[in-house]
Structure formats: C-alpha cells, structure tokens
C-alpha cells in the first residue's frame, strides 16, 4: 500500500501572549514572554505564584484581539456547556479552519474530514468549582452540565457537531504529550487512507488552584521566580528550579496533499514522519537514559526515512527540571551524536 502525503493547510492557537495568532507569533519574534503572577484564583499559599495565563476581554477592553472574548466564537448560552479548555479550542480551531479555506461541502467531504483534540486533565476548574458547590450546598447544586462541560472528547465534539464534520472523532488524553500525538495520529489516519483532512490540536486550562497545587506537590512547578515572572521558565538552564503552568490552545488542519493542491490551498509543510513511545519505567520521572524519548526520535525518523543529519530544530519536552533536562539532552545526544552541536532546540 502507498502511503499518502499530509501537509498542514491550516493553522490557529490561542495563547498567553495573544488570543490571535499573528500577534502570538510577532511576540514570540521578538522575544515577549506571556508569564504573569496568577489572577484566576488567590494564589497567596500557593508556592509557584507564576502561570501562562490568557487575559479575557472585558466590555471596556473589547476589540483587543489580544484577549480572549469567547463571544466570538461561541453563543453565550453555549459557553455554559464547556469548561475552558473547549472554549479556547474551539477559538484556535475555528482559526485554523478558516486559515485552511477548506469548507466540507459534501455529504462525501464531511463522513472524511475528522477532528482529534488533546487535553492532559480537561474541565479540571469546572470539577474543582463543582466539588466545592456540592459539599457547601448539596448534590443538587450540581449542574447538569457539568459533565460534558469536563469531558476532554466533548472539544472534538463540539468542533465537528459545528462544522458537520463526521469522520474520526477522537481525543488523546497522554498529558503533555497529548496536543503533539493528536497531531501524530492524525497524520497516521490520513497516511494510511481513512479520512483527507484532519482538524487537530491540544488544549488545556488547568490554572486552578488543584491544578497549581497539585503540580506543585509534586514538586515539579518554578517557586524562585515569584517576584520576577518573565524569568520563571528557563528549560536547560543553571538556574533552573521547574516549569510553569500555562493555558491556550493550539490547532492544525492536516490534508491530505493532493487533496490539499487540488483546491489550491496554501501549504505551510508537510509532515514527514512519526514516532511514539513508552519508557516503561516510571509514572512521573523519565528513564535515566532517556531511552523512552530516543525510541520516539527513532520511529519518527525511521518512519520519515530521513537521516539524523536532515534535521535542524528539535521542539523539546524541556520541563526546566534539573533531572528532566538533563535526560532529554542526553537522549538527543544519543541520536544525533555530533551532529547534536549543530541543532536548534527549545
């Protein structure tokens, strides 16, 4: 069997640095960091006062494409109905649709265009907010929308149910990997025939106060960087003490290549290969060797058929924890031996 070509028509991300994604990339260009002291809960006994926030408009701010007014995107009434990740998502996918210019017209064009979300956790701040309302006023305070607001499935849902769009509907929950193997999978669906075009993508919005207290129980969240957030994310570096919590959402609209040249689309890339792992060894702390994350670069290159030398730029894990970094480095080193020196990576 041929295995067929995926190139990326479309692109869309809502981010802390801006809600569109023009102004996030012009920020990310000139060096902006999107880290701020945390505003979405009172954060006073929490030991990592730093996150990645996405600021929403407000009546005196409306017009700045800067912060997020999910009224753009969703009917008031329908916002009820989903917690916040599946609002930001909705919003980078209704951008990356519309950058595609690809509109399913056919009953043949919707039953092969599908939608693959990731979250790692979901509605986390609509379960923390719902707990609480039913230990302080009984389970009937519990709203009935509060489970397929929480559902991380309920975003590709919403994506298709709007669009029409019913092939694959899927969501990867694999925590941070979660937006780059919705990504992956994706691809491997088109590769292989089941569907021409893929709306696919992450999304998460966990900066609640389980969310932060959770992840700073486990130690893995910045605290020296309080007073001075833009510096609190520092991946490989010496000063390095975690990683920071962050919200957004990114999307891709993945086709099929000649699908995608045939109605003339502009195509940003194509997607070359893909490789997934598992180290096999622990629930939070990678393998000493990094042999998880060498074996996903293997199968990737390997499924691209392309050499360790072809590559210029690696989009790293890069969790700023001492033992984290110092792993994944060694993993790359292990693949691309000398040639590692010559890489991009972030």
């Not at 494409?65 to 969703?74: E, K, P, S």
């Not at 960087?225 to 919200?247: C, H, I, L, Q, Y």
């Not at 502009?266 to 997607?271: P, S």
Request: aromatic share 6%; proline share 4%.
């Amino acid at each position: 069997m041929t295995k067929r070509r995926v190139v990326v028509t479309g692109i869309g991300a809502v981010t802390p640095l801006s809600a569109n994604i023009e102004s996030s990339w012009t920020k990310i260009l000139n060096s902006q960091s999107g880290l701020k002291p945390i505003t979405q809960f009172d954060a006073t006994h929490c030991p990592a006062k730093v996150a990645g926030e996405l600021l929403n408009a407000t009546e005196e701010t409306k017009g700045n494409t800067d912060l997020f007014d999910a009224n753009q995107y969703i009917d008031p009434k329908e916002q009820r109905k989903m917690d916040r990740f599946i609002q930001l998502s909705i919003a980078s996918s209704e951008q990356a649709i519309a950058d595609s210019g690809f509109v399913a017209e056919t009953q043949e064009q919707k039953n092969r265009t599908g939608v693959m979300i990731g979250s790692g956790i979901g509605g986390l701040p609509m379960i923390e907010k719902t707990v609480v309302a039913m230990k302080e006023k009984g389970v009937k305070r519990i709203s009935p929308f509060f489970i397929p607001a929480s559902l991380i499935n309920l975003t590709s849902g919403h994506i298709s149910i709007k669009h029409g769009f019913m092939g694959p509907n899927h969501a990867c929950v694999t925590a941070c990997a979660s937006g780059s193997h919705a990504i992956g999978d994706s691809f491997r669906m088109i590769e292989y025939g089941d569907v021409d075009v893929m709306v696919c993508g992450g999304a998460e919005s966990t900066i609640c106060e389980v969310g932060v207290g959770g992840f700073a129980a486990l130690r893995a969240l910045s605290t020296n960087f309080n007073d001075d957030p833009t510096r609190a994310s520092r991946p490989w570096d010496k000063d390095r003490d975690g990683f920071v919590m962050g919200e957004g959402a990114g999307t891709l609209v993945l086709e099929e290549y000649e699908h995608a040249k045939r109605r003339g689309a502009k195509i940003y890339a194509e997607v070359a290969g893909y490789g997934i792992s598992g180290d096999a060894y622990h629930i939070t702390a990678p393998e000493s060797t990094g042999r998880g994350a060498r074996l996903a670069m293997e199968n990737a290159l390997n499924n691209a058929q392309v050499n360790p030398e072809s590559i210029d730029y690696i989009n790293a894990h890069g969790t700023s924890t001492p033992m984290g970094d110092a792993i994944e480095v060694q993993a790359v080193k292990s693949i691309f031996k000398d040639h590692a020196y010559n890489l991009s990576m972030s």
